[in-house]
């Protein structure tokens, strides 16, 4: 058994890596790199300025590991090894090219090459990185640790260093850090999942062009919608209406620290994030789907079962009838049959913004039509399962030991059926993060559903490879849990391979 999930485990890692490996390089070779300015507000105002945009261009490229970009102060500190002085001012006054082009000719083989801005004429240099060195990046920074050499800030150099347990009033008991990137590296709430930590992060690049150059990770599982304000007093003592998440709180280097923010913090640590009122996008399909498979395989073992058990009769013969015509039906057509009812009918939502995430109607017919449309395939499955198994040897053995037709089915034939139906279970709560894309979108619901076709639409590359990362690995991970469960089901499965066997 540990032997199999180590190598299954390796092998899962392989898989993960190979399939965002060939995402990528497909992505980042196949997609023309201008394409992700299509829909940049900000860049096609910049029309008018060629010097402006040609440097948006460039720093947008830099961030999304295209290229490597320096301007001609970089290039003056790189030539003089300097930041100030005759000859960095030389340089960066125009008046000594000759060392510009000494430096182009002595880092060419590097692939960097030098240009000039269309009016102003200022240097700068690019580099293209290949699409290998990319990859490399990608994975070498997949994993960001925070620990207490994490910063580094000239204006602060006698900046504490450790990691240690606090209990202050403002965010109760938590471990704290000092040289942290995170002040809070672990504390808890009564937010879901309730105990969060800042030590270990996933780093998948910046969103672009859309969600404003967050983090992949950031949009995805950080709240949206209107910002949730409320009282908050500050270890100042200073005390305010804010929307601020005290939890959230990065370094800043002391340069860059306002007045507000000195008046609510007493240290560095006063980069914050906002509370909002609706859950993370993650959350939102998460929340939908596992109900939704609840109420998937309540609805469809019931009626399975019961099928199974009149097979022929008038009560099989409905429900076959009813999982045809569900199964006939689009699910396009099912989905805005259903919509129409519930909002006519019952006055529930019919667009999830119309009342938002914080209130449960929004989720009532989403989950319930996602619940609804899986129905009729695990009926099918389960009904014809059972009725194979009714003609075995051990069901006429246990009909020879006198057991009613109830046992029978309750006690062999499901129990047999249940270790299936029980490996596919870790794979479609764990999937349903992934969201339902038709129904997310029917009813404008926020979720991830959408998110992979909208990024694509977009020209979100960074976001893209992040989805594909994401979700080869709940699908591996899925897979895994659900033979792991089916052993413990049933003892008598084995996942190890003897050797020797013939």
Not at 43 to 67: A, F, M, W
Not at 141 to 168: A, G, M, Q
Not at 385 to 402: L, N, P, T, W
């Amino acid at each position: 058994m540990k032997r199999y999930i180590f190598f299954r485990i390796l092998r899962s890692l392989i898989s993960i890596i190979l399939v965002t490996t060939v995402a990528y390089a497909m992505i980042f070779t196949l997609v023309p790199r201008n394409s992700i300015f299509i829909g940049d507000t900000t860049y096609s105002r910049l029309k008018g300025d060629p010097d402006k945009r040609t440097n948006y261009e460039n720093t947008v490229y830099r961030k999304l590991g295209y290229i490597d970009f320096i301007q001609l102060d970089d290039i003056a500190q790189r030539i003089t090894g300097k930041t100030e002085g005759t000859e960095f001012d030389a340089i960066m006054e125009g008046r000594d090219e000759v060392a510009i082009q000494k430096w182009e000719k002595e880092n060419r083989g590097d692939g960097w090459e030098i240009y000039q801005l269309p009016v102003a004429k200022t240097y700068y240099a690019t580099r293209e990185i290949p699409v290998i060195q990319r990859v490399l990046r990608f994975y070498a920074n997949i994993i960001d640790i925070d620990h207490p050499w994490k910063v580094n800030d000239p204006d602060n150099p006698d900046l504490p260093r450790y990691i240690r347990f606090e209990n202050t009033p403002e965010a109760g008991f938590t471990l704290t850090g000092s040289g942290t990137q995170h002040k809070y590296l672990l504390y808890f709430n009564s937010s879901f999942p309730f105990i969060h930590q800042n030590i270990i992060h996933l780093n998948l690049g910046i969103s672009y062009p859309t969600f404003q150059s967050r983090g992949v990770m950031d949009v995805i599982f950080s709240g949206q919608g209107k910002t949730d304000s409320r009282e908050i007093t500050f270890e100042t003592g200073k005390t305010e209406v804010s929307s601020i998440n005290i939890y959230s709180r990065q370094y800043q280097q002391t340069a860059q620290i306002d007045r507000l923010q000195r008046g609510r913090f007493k240290d560095n640590y006063t980069l914050t994030t906002n509370n909002y009122q609706d859950p993370s996008m993650a959350q939102i399909s998460l929340s939908m789907g596992v109900i939704a498979l609840i109420i998937t395989y309540v609805i469809g073992l019931s009626a399975a079962v019961f099928m199974a058990r009149h097979k022929g009769r008038w009560g099989d013969r409905i429900g076959v009838i009813i999982v045809t015509v569900l199964i006939s039906v689009p699910s396009l057509a099912f989905i805005y049959l259903f919509r129409f009812i519930g909002n006519t009918v019952f006055g529930l939502p019919a667009d999830f913004p119309v009342l938002g995430g914080q209130d449960i109607r929004s989720y009532i017919l989403p989950t319930v039509i996602l619940g609804l449309l899986s129905v009729s395939g695990l009926v099918i499955w389960v009904r014809r399962y059972m009725i194979d198994q009714a003609s075995a040897d051990y069901v006429h053995f246990a009909r020879a030991k006198g057991l009613s037709e109830r046992e029978i089915s309750n006690n062999h034939i499901l129990k047999n059926a249940m270790i299936p139906i029980v490996n596919q279970i870790p794979g479609a709560v764990i999937l349903s993060i992934a969201g339902a894309t038709i129904t997310e979108t029917v009813f404008a619901a926020p979720g991830m559903g959408k998110m992979l076709p909208d990024a694509i639409k977009a020209y979100n590359n960074s976001m893209v490879i992040g989805l594909v990362f994401i979700f080869t690995t709940l699908s591996i991970i899925s897979v895994l849990l659900g033979d792991i469960l089916m052993t413990i089901i049933d003892p008598r499965i084995s996942l190890s391979v003897k050797k020797g066997a013939h």
